[in-house]
């Protein structure tokens, strides 16, 4: 388990990968929680000029992710994702933001369950209600 807000360390981790590509922005990242946002730009965009969902799913599993890793039990090696699930309610446009919110809602020692939601922050609008399971790792 880490201690504190550790969004600069993840910051600098995701360079290269798919959310540092993305232009993911990390509020806070600690055990329980993380925040986070992209502003929408073109490569967010779907070829229908909508906002493509799998930009939404980096965003909300991209935050469950990190405060899965900084969650994790003392001694856990790691994590990898199981199951995830998103219900899209709403959709933002190019120049607006979206942020998100993850949330612990299951600490276990073999698996970790996590809530987050994704907001127009120009609307306040929902645009997608994200649930993901994770199998915490341990050293054999």
């Known amino acids: 388990m880490m201690d504190g807000n550790v969004a600069a360390?993840?910051?600098?981790?995701?360079?290269?990968a798919l959310p540092g590509e993305l232009g993911l922005q990390w509020d806070e990242v600690a055990n329980g929680r993380a925040s986070g946002w992209f502003t929408v730009e073109g490569r967010h965009m779907a070829p229908n000029g909508f906002l493509h969902a799998a930009s939404v799913i980096a965003l909300v599993d991209s935050a469950c992710g990190y405060a899965c890793l900084a969650s994790l039990p003392e001694g856990a090696t790691g994590f990898?994702?199981?199951?995830?699930?998103?219900n899209y309610l709403g959709t933002a446009k190019a120049g607006e933001t979206v942020e998100c919110?993850?949330?612990?809602?299951?600490?276990?020692?073999?698996?970790?369950?996590?809530d987050a939601e994704a907001v127009n922050r120009a609307t306040g609008k929902t645009i997608a209600l994200f649930r993901c399971t994770q199998m915490v790792l341990w050293p054999k």
């Open 101 to 114: 919110q993850a949330r612990l809602v299951h600490g276990g020692r073999m698996t970790q369950v996590w």
């Open 80 to 86: 990898t994702t199981i199951e995830l699930k998103a």
């Open 9 to 16: 360390t993840f910051a600098e981790r995701q360079k290269g």
